[in-house]
């Protein structure tokens, strides 16, 4: 069977060798944090949750801190050292992370959808597809229209987009009804 070229980008970047991330991972961790860049470095995978080379629709590039989300609290007198840790597991996970901080940078722009690119020993890197609703192409696109409505702003914010879902449980398959994350809240309707 003949592949397409998405299938061969595809199987390209299922086992990346090093020498095509270990140049770019340097040049990312000397950029900032959140910074747009001109074409997405996946492109069948940008292509396949909605990214068009068109106006109104843009690629940011967020790198979010690895490991543990513990967050130092100042010195207090009287206090035990390793109480002034604050240890809270956040509810989040990374790739949600990055589409609110790509959100927060850009105000004028709806989070569409976002995928991983790599990490290194310190980092994660993902690519955030932003869309400016405002634009003509944009509220006339049949399949991005949706987010000119006001009722759908600030998908990133609210857990709309599809790494917010799967990390409130909301893509599990565990269960058909896909509308309460919770297991006790399953339990509690009688189902």
Avoid: C
Avoid at 30 to 46: I, T
Avoid at 68 to 90: A, D, M, N, W
Avoid at 134 to 139: N, V
Avoid at 165 to 171: A, V
């Amino acid at each position: 069977m003949v592949k397409g070229l998405y299938a061969h980008l595809a199987q390209t970047w299922k086992n990346p060798g090093r020498e095509i991330l270990h140049e770019k991972l340097i040049e990312w961790r000397a950029g900032q944090s959140v910074e747009r860049v001109d074409r997405p470095l996946k492109l069948h995978r940008a292509r396949a949750l909605g990214y068009k080379a068109k106006k109104g629709i843009m690629v940011v590039r967020v790198r979010i801190i690895r490991g543990g989300r513990t967050r130092k609290r100042e010195h207090v007198k009287g206090r035990k050292s390793r109480k002034q840790t604050i240890r809270k597991t956040l509810k989040m996970n990374y790739q949600w992370v990055a589409e609110m901080r790509a959100s927060q940078k850009y105000k004028n722009l709806e989070v569409l959808n976002s995928y991983w690119i790599g990490k290194d020993g310190k980092y994660y890197f993902f690519e955030v597809i932003m869309v400016d609703p405002s634009r003509p192409e944009i509220k006339s696109d049949p399949i991005l229209s949706f987010l000119a409505k006001r009722k759908n702003w600030g998908r990133a914010e609210r857990g709309k987009t599809s790494a917010a879902k799967k990390s409130r449980g909301l893509r599990s398959k565990s269960h058909n009804l896909k509308v309460r994350p919770s297991l006790r809240a399953w339990h509690r309707t009688g189902k």
